[in-house]
């Protein structure tokens, strides 16, 4: 009997065993099943991220291509804008007839800045989605940086009737820790937004200080922004008063802002009010370290160089001769039509050859250097050294690029550099030429002291 037990126990054993090793092979074949399977959707996860990358290497190419393309004739519209506004400010005509003229060209102006800040806009979203879009964090003093962004505005401003005004409560010791670049689109998104949507009256930017953070703001005195649309207005092509304003812009700006502020640490606040106006502001952090000496005197240097030395002239204007090396001819030709309304005499060549042979005809040194970034033929450095070698000369140079950083952009064959992106209007070059001219004096006088 007790061997009957122990017969029946052992093959009690034997079948839970042999049910165990079932159960077990049939879910190690579920698992290696369950395992392929994941296997296979890895696979075609990657096959798809590669698609994807391949997908944005090939818009960024196209992009990249686009950009340059657009930009050459957009450059040579600004040019021949400003040298229609001379020939309009010198005609003689009616005056309802050059009302109606300054009317239209104001319109034409405001109607190319916007198509430069659609065209700026989808580039920097190009940047931001690809992750092209680099940040260089730097310390940077508070009010003179804004009081250089709001002066670009002052001309278009004055146009419409709008006043500016800069305010801050101890501002003049503020200083962030920020990349300049982005910040600098970020502000004149905010202002020129503000001004398209604002009739009468004006804006304030004011800096303010709370704890370890700076608000910069920009309030203006426009129609308002309903509650609302309050929550949309930083969403991509969400625009204020789109009826009214149904030809400015594809509301691209204000989602860019805030996705640049986000990269440099930044918040952006907003406050509106139906008939009274906006507030919009960002907060960013402030640099610990106070100012040095060494920091001040070049903030005083660069406020000497920006609004004091090129009201200063060295030599008569008509003795100042730049020299073009860029192989569009439209922007050659653009350049040449606007020479007299710059006060200066200018060459366009294709190269340095060029550009020395032509020099070497009139028996003349240049002045200044003007210099496409893109050039395929030869580099910028090559070009600087042949002309300085050629005339035993340093000619500081102006370097026009479809970017708004260059590398070694102050390191280019020893001459000092100003960097002007493109598209940029006449009014914008020749504040570039009076900064180079002016600030290579300064140098100059200080080195011979």
């Not at 093959?11 to 994941?38: C, H, N, T, Y």
């Not at 050059?98 to 190009?126: A, H, K, W």
């Not at 020129?192 to 304030?204: D, E, F, W």
């Amino acid at each position: 009997m007790l061997t009957a037990v122990w017969w029946l126990a052992a093959v009690l054993m034997a079948v839970g065993l042999l049910g165990l090793i079932a159960g077990w092979r049939r879910r190690r074949k579920r698992d290696e099943g369950m395992r392929g399977r994941i296997d296979d959707r890895l696979q075609e996860l990657a096959r798809r991220r590669a698609e994807l990358r391949d997908l944005e290497a090939d818009r960024s190419r196209f992009l990249a291509a686009f950009s340059h393309d657009l930009k050459q004739p957009m450059q040579a519209v600004n040019l021949y804008l400003g040298s229609i506004e001379r020939s309009l400010s010198t005609a003689a005509m009616a005056s309802d007839e050059r009302s109606r003229s300054t009317e239209s060209l104001l319109r034409l102006q405001q109607s190319i800045g916007y198509m430069n800040d659609v065209f700026d806009s989808v580039l920097d979203i190009s940047r931001l989605d690809s992750g092209a879009l680099d940040v260089r964090m730097e310390r940077v003093h508070a009010w003179s940086f804004c009081e250089r962004v709001l002066a670009q505005h002052q001309r278009m401003a004055d146009d419409l009737g709008l006043v500016l005004e800069l305010r801050g409560t101890d501002a003049s010791q503020v200083s962030l820790k920020t990349d300049p670049r982005l910040l600098e689109r970020i502000l004149r998104n905010f202002i020129s937004n503000a001004m398209r949507y604002t009739k009468r009256g004006g804006l304030r930017l004011r800096i303010t200080q709370h704890g370890v953070l700076c608000r910069i703001s920009i309030a203006d005195t426009g129609s308002g922004i309903a509650a609302p649309l309050r929550k949309k207005i930083f969403d991509e092509f969400t625009r204020g008063d789109a009826a009214a304003m149904a030809a400015q812009g594809v509301g691209l700006g204000l989602a860019i802002a805030r996705r640049l502020a986000a990269r440099i640490g930044g918040r952006i606040l907003l406050n509106s009010h139906v008939g009274l106006g906006s507030v919009i502001a960002i907060e960013l952090p402030l640099s610990v370290a106070s100012l040095s000496d060494a920091e001040r005197a070049a903030i005083r240097d660069a406020h000497l160089v920006e609004r004091v030395l090129p009201q200063i002239v060295a030599e008569a204007p008509v003795n100042t001769l730049m020299v073009c090396i860029d192989a569009d001819p439209d922007v050659a030709n653009a350049l040449r039509l606007l020479a007299p309304g710059l006060g200066i005499e200018i060459i366009t060549a294709g190269g340095s050859v060029d550009a020395i042979r032509q020099l070497a005809a009139r028996g003349r040194v240049p002045s200044l250097l003007m210099i496409d970034a893109q050039l395929q033929t030869e580099s910028v450095a090559q070009v600087i050294t042949l002309i300085n070698d050629e005339f035993n000369v340093t000619v500081p140079v102006v370097l026009c690029s479809d970017e708004d950083r260059v590398a070694n952009v102050d390191n280019h064959a020893g001459s000092p550099t100003t960097l002007l992106q493109r598209p940029f209007s006449a009014e914008k070059l020749r504040q570039a030429i009076h900064v180079s001219l002016s600030g290579w004096n300064a140098r100059q006088g200080r080195m011979d002291q």
